[in-house]
């Protein structure tokens, strides 16, 4: 059985300028051990889907519409707050992109995760304490007994997020989401928190769900990856697959307006741009909502008239388009408009 | 050859570390830029790259003086910058132009688009009424912003949008060099793109010569000539873009470059093994 289930999940805002589909039908599993990246643009629907998976988005204005959350077996969505409360931390935590605003800055780093400890386990003040020397040992603060009574603005950036991971790590989920977990910190920095969330998850046997923006921190961090435009997954597979065969255009498009750190040629060049900017989730296009921006749209195939539905391409490799790569080359209609 | 356009030569910017509540002393300085040097050539591109306080952005600051140097010379098209007098600046900042990273912040909510093109036209004095605006139509539409849209006002319009009204207002007083501070770290990769592809045409059309300052390794290959890395207020190592990027001398801009995650599974790999390794070499302070 899949640790998490997300099936078939909508999430939607209900503004005063009109009902925002945000997550519109959203379904993926992450294993028991594995990391699955979710990855998009703003607006893309990925935040929202964790914090829905969570049970933290904002009520009103918005709501569940659709959908399951199953994680072991148990339906998230159906869950009251107060048993929701057990789930999180101890089952499933969360980290976030900016490590400053998840700290409340008046309390010490010590209190705020003896705080954690003491919430989820019946123990002592002073075994809590000792709990937390440890994990702030796990997760490499160096002289961490000495830096347990100071307060988050005596620590780095970096520092902050180590000390969020601690707090996540501190009953041992089984999943670990981290949504964006190193877009606020340079560049090394980035790597040695990546570098410390993969030995953790090793060594805890977690699961992890990473959300990022960046292609480069999927590629490296992740198993399987989901790709998100406008509310909908467009593509799904796992890593080495996703990269060496990216089948959306969406995908594709993606990748190419990356600019290159190697290579020949990269100043005189110009990137692949994609025209044009993401749909308004009030009204997005009718059928796929990529078509407007897509290269290969065209009436012949519907693709302002019909909706694409997400189909298994391979074995384990999902897209939502009609004109996906490997399709194109081989009608040999490879040539955009 | 010729002389450069822009010559900065031992750049210092200290700012004083101050104590004291009612007697305020000053007991120490951070060296933010510290003793920085460099020539900007017409036309040419020099990307500074480096972490955040690497001092990047006080660089550029200082070269159009919206920052007083401690000490250092900027030489800017054979004029000594730091030691003209304000009218002499004002004529000066013709020439040099900025475009700030975050197209929300930097535009004044206020002004319409329109007047905010405008504005540098009209504090110089620049043509009648009516040569302005048909000079602010003509600068939107060279930015791939519609021109119908001038009465509107910057809130109506995405990042990417906004960030065109920028460069359409750097461009209003067709400047020799613009200083690019992080233009494109608050868009999205695909908008990126095509902001990156608007500077790079613009160079081209205008023969503009750019400083540009970011802290994404692979946005500042895609645009610079030449790159000069930075860290902890110096320029740890510079020189043509593929030299650094791809035979770095220096152990900071090795270690730099492989804690890059590029967008290929495969590699990555490889980097991580690469970066632990220099990291165990590097053996960082805390």
């Known amino acids: 059985m899949a640790l998490l289930d997300v099936v078939d999940l909508k999430t939607h805002f209900f503004t005063r300028d009109g009902v925002v589909r945000a997550v519109d039908g959203v379904s993926f599993t992450v294993e028991p051990g594995r990391t699955l990246g979710i990855v998009g643009e703003s607006g893309s629907g990925k935040s ?3 914090l829905s998976i969570m049970g933290l988005i904002p009520k009103p204005p918005a709501k569940i519409v659709e959908g399951k959350v199953l994680f072991e077996g148990r339906d998230l969505t ?18 976030f992109q900016d490590p400053m605003t998840s700290l409340n800055p008046t309390l010490t780093i010590g209190t705020q995760i003896v705080e954690t400890v003491r919430r989820h386990f019946d123990v002592s003040k002073a075994q809590a304490r000792k709990r937390a020397v440890e994990l702030l040992e796990e ?20 520092m902050r997020q180590r000390v969020m991971i601690a707090i996540a ?25 990546l570098d410390l969330l993969e030995d953790l998850r090793a060594q805890h046997e977690m699961a992890m769900i990473i959300i990022t923006h960046d292609m480069g921190v999927v590629a490296e961090a992740a198993d399987d990856i989901v790709v998100m435009y406008a509310g909908q997954i467009v593509e799904q597979a796992p890593v080495l697959e996703l990269f060496d065969h990216p089948e959306h255009p969406y995908t594709e498009a993606l990748l190419a307006a990356l600019p290159q750190l190697e290579g020949h040629g990269i100043r005189e060049g110009r990137l692949t741009a994609i025209p044009g900017r993401p749909p308004d989730l009030i009204a997005p296009p009718p059928a796929c909502r990529f078509a407007p921006r897509c ?4 009436d012949r195939d519907g693709c302002a008239t019909h909706p ?30 | ?23 305020e002393r000053t007991v120490d300085h951070v060296r933010a830029v510290d003793g920085v040097s460099f020539d900007v050539a017409e036309g040419e591109t020099l990307g500074l790259v480096g972490e955040s306080g690497s001092g990047k952005s006080t660089t550029g600051y200082c070269i159009l003086q919206l920052l007083e140097p401690s000490s250092g010379s900027i030489s800017f098209m054979g004029q000594e910058l730091t030691e003209l007098g304000r009218e002499g600046l004002r004529r000066a900042r013709r020439d040099m132009q900025i475009v700030f990273q975050d197209p929300y912040s930097s535009l004044d909510p206020r002004m319409t688009v329109g007047d905010t093109v405008g504005e540098p036209l009209q504090i110089h004095g620049v043509g009648t009424r009516r040569d302005r605006t048909a000079k602010v139509r003509e600068l939107l539409d060279v930015v791939g912003f519609n021109p119908g849209f001038v009465n509107r006002y910057p809130h109506e319009f995405s990042g990417g949008q906004r960030q065109r009204i920028g460069i359409a207002r750097a461009l209003a007083l067709s400047p020799k060099l613009i200083i690019c501070d992080e233009p494109v770290s608050a868009l999205d990769v695909s908008i990126q793109a095509q902001i990156l592809n608007l500077l790079k045409d613009l160079q081209g059309e205008f023969g503009l010569t750019y400083v540009f300052i970011a802290h994404d390794l692979a946005v500042v290959r895609a645009m610079s000539d030449r790159i000069a890395v930075m860290n902890r207020g110096k320029i740890v190592e510079l020189g043509p873009a593929e030299t650094v990027y791809e035979q770095p001398r220096e152990a900071y801009t090795q270690a730099l470059l492989s804690a890059v995650p590029v967008p290929d599974p495969r590699a990555m790999k490889q980097r991580r093994q690469e970066r632990r390794r220099l990291r165990h070499a590097l053996a960082p302070e805390g």
């Not at chain 2, 010729?2 to 104590?19: A, G, I, S, Y």
Request: glycine share 6%; hydrophobic share 35%.
């Open chain 1, 48 to 50: 929202v889907t964790a």
């Open chain 1, 78 to 95: 159906t869950l009251s707050e107060r048993q929701l409360e057990d789930v999180r931390g101890r089952q499933i935590s969360m980290i």
């Open chain 1, 139 to 158: 997760v490499q603060i160096p002289n961490a007994a000495g830096r347990l009574d100071d307060y988050p603005h005596r620590y780095s950036g970096g």
């Open chain 1, 169 to 193: 790590l501190s009953c041992n989920p089984k999943l670990l989401i981290a949504d964006e977990p190193t877009t606020a910190l340079d560049v090394t920095v980035q790597a040695q928190v």
């Open chain 1, 295 to 298: 290269p290969y749209a065209n």
């Open chain 1, 308 to 337: 694409p539905e997400l189909r298994e391409l391979r074995t384990g490799h999902w897209v939502r388009s009609q004109h996906p790569a490997s399709e194109r080359t081989r009608a040999g209609a490879g040539v955009p408009a």
């Open chain 2, 1 to 23: 050859m010729n002389e450069p356009l822009l010559q900065v030569k031992d750049l210092n910017k200290w700012f004083p570390v101050k104590k004291g509540l009612l007697i």
